[in-house]
Nanobody, 118 residues
Framework: QVQLVESGGGLVQPGGSLRLSCAAS????????VAWFRQAPGKEREFVAL??????LYANSVKGRFTISRDSAGSTVYLHMNSLKPEDTAVYYC?????????????WGQGTQVTVSS
C-alpha cells in the first residue's frame, strides 16, 4: 500500500526558512513525478514545485526562493523554502504519479501546515 507522509511544517517569521519532507512507503520516488501543492484558506489548491527524473519546475510565485530535491535512495522528496512570505501560508501537500504517466496524481499525502507570521 502506497503512503505519502509530509512533515516539517510549522510557524515561521517572514524571511525565515523551512524544509518540508515527503516520505514514501510502497514506492520509490526515482521513477515517479513528485509535486508539492498548497492550499490557503478560501483559495484553490495551487501547484508549487515538481521534480521528475532530473527536472525541476516551479511556480512563478516561489521561483528563486523554493528548491525541490530528492534523496539518493528515492524515498524522500524535500521542499526547501527560503525568504518565506505571509502569502506562503497554506497547507502543503505532496503528490506522486508514475513519471511516464499523464493526468492526475495517483497518491497524495495528508498535508502539513505552514504559517508565516510575525
Amino acid at each position: 500500500q502506497v503512503q505519502l507522509v509530509e512533515s516539517g511544517g510549522g510557524l515561521v517569521q517572514p524571511g525565515g526558512s523551512l524544509r518540508l519532507s515527503c516520505a514514501a512507503s510502497g514506492l520509490t520516488f526515482s521513477t515517479y513525478a513528485v509535486a508539492w501543492f498548497r492550499q490557503a484558506p478560501g483559495k484553490e489548491r495551487e501547484f508549487v514545485a515538481l521534480i521528475k527524473w532530473d527536472t525541476q519546475l516551479y511556480a512563478n510565485s516561489v521561483k528563486g526562493r523554493f528548491t525541490i530535491s530528492r534523496d539518493s535512495a528515492g524515498s524522500t522528496v524535500y521542499l526547501h523554502m527560503n525568504s518565506l512570505k505571509p502569502e506562503d501560508t497554506a497547507v502543503y501537500y505532496c503528490a506522486a504519479k508514475p513519471a511516464s504517466a499523464s493526468g492526475q496524481y495517483n497518491y497524495w499525502g495528508q498535508g502539513t501546515q505552514v504559517t508565516v507570521s510575525s
